[in-house]
């Protein structure tokens, strides 16, 4: 079981590793793999820098306050001190979307196996009684 | 493995899946650690059942074993790139080491589409082996044992 285990994981990493490496192909150097946060680090989604280095990715996250100057990631050369891009920070980024409609699959999804496993249930259970008493 | 063994982890993996699969209801921070742990149920999964893929890889003239194989290759394709895309833009996980990731407008669509193709080719995949889980329900094993013989069957190597 180890030995397979082992090759499991050496599939798995092999399969990541070209992952990585399609998507670098097809990204550029946009495309990178995780840096160390330093003090220099920009905001992967706004582009903002923290003077102490401490990257507010899990929040909390600065607000604009006409000194914080952003770098936009998207628009090359842009740069603001209020930054449209803080609705995005404060939806998207720090809490999940609504657009991840993952609930609204899954949910009806599991309802209908459940009814037809209900359905399969009842219907083999009165032939299973029938079977006893014979 | 014995079949209750394979059946625990299949629940497992599903029950994680679930829970992974909604960050809407549990948040960023319970969807990537959870997302982990996933990963390592995944990995326990394909490694129990590893006698079947090598099984089918040498014999490829049944069409069913084929199909199915390729079925969980594609599945396991789009698990690693939803897995990898979300490392990429962890909010917890890789800020908590010390690290960022660039890229975030690339792997953040990626991991969106990525996501919502794993729950198709998810069910598709529970959908394929539905006879196996089906010889495993109480008043079906009750009813017909030979039912569950067929069952084990189709999975050839499922149960080794």
Known sequence: MARRLILTVIVFLLVGVVVFAVTRLGGGDVVALPQRIAVDTTCPVAGCMQPDGACHAAGPYPTPDGNFLMNCPRVVGCTDTNCHAWDRIEGMRSKPSEASMNLWILAPVLLVVALVAMVYAMEKRPAKNKRDGE | ?160
């Open chain 2, 1 to 160: 493995m014995k079949t209750s063994g394979n059946l625990i982890i299949d629940l497992l993996a599903t029950i994680i899946y679930i829970v992974a699969a909604n960050p809407l209801i549990t948040g960023w921070a319970v969807h990537e650690w959870v997302s982990i742990g996933l990963l390592l149920v995944f990995v326990v999964h394909c490694a129990t059942h590893f006698d079947w893929i090598v099984s089918t890889f040498r014999h490829r003239g049944e069409r069913v074993r084929t199909a199915n194989l390729a079925l969980d290759v594609a599945t396991l394709i789009v698990f690693m790139v939803c897995m990898v895309s979300g490392l990429m833009v962890s909010r917890h996980i890789v800020p908590l080491f010390g690290f960022v990731s660039p890229g975030y407008f690339i792997w953040n669509p990626i991991h969106s589409l990525s996501a919502k193709l794993l729950l198709a080719l998810l069910i598709v995949h529970g959908v394929a082996h539905w006879r196996w889980f089906a010889s495993l329900l109480p008043w079906r094993r009750a009813l017909s044992p030979q039912h569950e013989q067929e069952g084990m069957e189709d999975e050839t190597g499922m149960d080794e």
